[in-house]
């Protein structure tokens, strides 16, 4: 019963190389979502896709790209990567027709150096 | 962009007291929830609230959708140790993507 799974857990990059996180959910959610949380700041949405190869900006999506490629997979990339985007990535997903109800995965801790 | 003010920010309360957080806004939501999110973990949903003037129980969890659709309100009954974490309202505006309220940390004094 795994959900939502998200790869690697823990990530330290030095600014300018790239990454890409991924974020894999058995549940057939149409849905996905990439959140960063940073203290004091909540949870702001990156980017986001309603199916399988669309996707579309949040709130945050500056330095950030991201691919749905198949249903089950979304990938967030980091190009270049900057200290200001050291944080906790999160996954979610959730079912066609609501953009509400959402399935968190653990989440990645990322430090850029 | 619109905004979600969470309070209080943080509580630190005696096991066994109950608890109050809410959340407001200056637009009328659609859909409020409430998720929990325990010390390096994701966030787990706790109650959905779709209705004005709706209340919800979940345990010892209740939420309501404030009447003027700007607000809602989670209690919690009695606490025990294992509800310390950060608890974040969530609100739908019309036809748009959820917005998270900063979240409020609880803290349980033993």
């Known amino acids: 019963n795994a959900g939502v799974t998200q790869t690697p857990k823990f990530r330290v990059l030095k600014t300018g190389q790239s990454m890409t996180l991924l974020c894999a959910q058995d549940?057939?959610?149409?849905?996905m979502y990439w959140y960063r949380q940073d203290p004091g700041m909540g949870l702001r949405l990156i980017h986001y896709?309603?199916?399988?190869?669309?996707?579309a900006k949040g709130e945050v999506p500056d330095g950030y790209n991201v691919s749905r490629l198949k249903k089950q997979n979304f990938l967030l990339g980091l190009e270049s990567a900057a200290p200001s985007q050291t944080s906790v990535y999160f996954c979610a997903s959730g079912l066609a027709g609501s953009l509400t109800i959402q399935y968190f995965g653990a989440g990645t801790r990322l430090s850029v150096l | 962009g619109q905004q979600l003010n969470q309070s209080p920010q943080s509580m630190f309360i005696q096991e066994g007291e109950d608890v109050s957080m809410n959340c407001t806004s200056s637009s009328i939501f659609n859909t409020w929830l409430w998720y929990k999110q325990d010390p390096g973990e994701g966030p787990v949903l706790l109650i959905a609230?779709?209705?004005?003037?709706e209340l919800t129980s979940n345990g010892r969890l209740t939420a309501q959708f404030g009447t003027t659709r700007k607000d809602s309100f989670l209690n919690i009954s009695a606490s025990i140790p294992s509800d310390v974490g950060i608890y974040f309202c969530?609100?739908?505006?019309?036809?748009?993507?959820?917005?998270f309220g900063k979240g409020t940390r609880l803290h349980i004094l033993p």
């Open positions: 549940m057939n959610h149409e849905y």
């Open positions: 969530a609100g739908q505006p019309r036809d748009d993507k959820i917005i």
């Open positions: 896709s309603v199916g399988e190869g669309t996707t």
């Open positions: 609230l779709y209705k004005a003037g």
